[in-house]
């Protein structure tokens, strides 16, 4: 069993900050890749963010420069740092996870409950 827990979401002004955790529970289970994913009303799930578990990252053409993925796996957690927020950043943020080994390359297999960023402008 892995369980993912997200925290951090709230209200902020346009160009504020908020920095999301993603808090992952012990498990037998070795994961590697780690992923911001974000789902605004009215629109497709967006990929945000990817750290591998080596800590390359890849971004968003739409978040690039404004977003910082990371991992302290001493805390077993995963963050998003979010800068020069916009309104159009308004969304349900979900982390999610890759378990080592798995044939679902490139996916996650682990997804936590969401939680909401909002951005007023």
């Known amino acids: 069993q892995v369980q993912l827990v997200e925290s951090g979401g709230g209200l902020v002004q346009a160009g504020g900050s908020l920095r999301l955790a993603c808090e992952i529970s012990?498990?037998?289970?070795?994961?590697?890749?780690m992923f911001w994913y974000r789902q605004a009303a009215d629109k497709q799930r967006e990929l945000v963010a990817h750290?591998?578990?080596?800590?390359?990252?890849n971004y968003a053409d739409s978040v690039k420069g404004r977003f910082t993925i990371s991992r302290d796996y001493a805390k077993d957690t995963a963050y998003l740092q979010m800068d020069s927020l916009k309104p159009e950043d308004t969304a349900v943020y979900f982390c999610?996870?890759?378990?080592?080994?798995?044939?679902?390359?490139?996916?996650?297999?682990?997804w936590g409950q969401g939680t909401q960023v909002t951005v007023s402008g």
């Open positions: 999610a996870a890759h378990r080592y080994g798995s044939r679902n390359s490139g996916q996650p297999d682990y």
């Open positions: 012990r498990s037998i289970v070795i994961i590697d890749d």
């Open positions: 750290i591998t578990a080596t800590l390359d990252t």
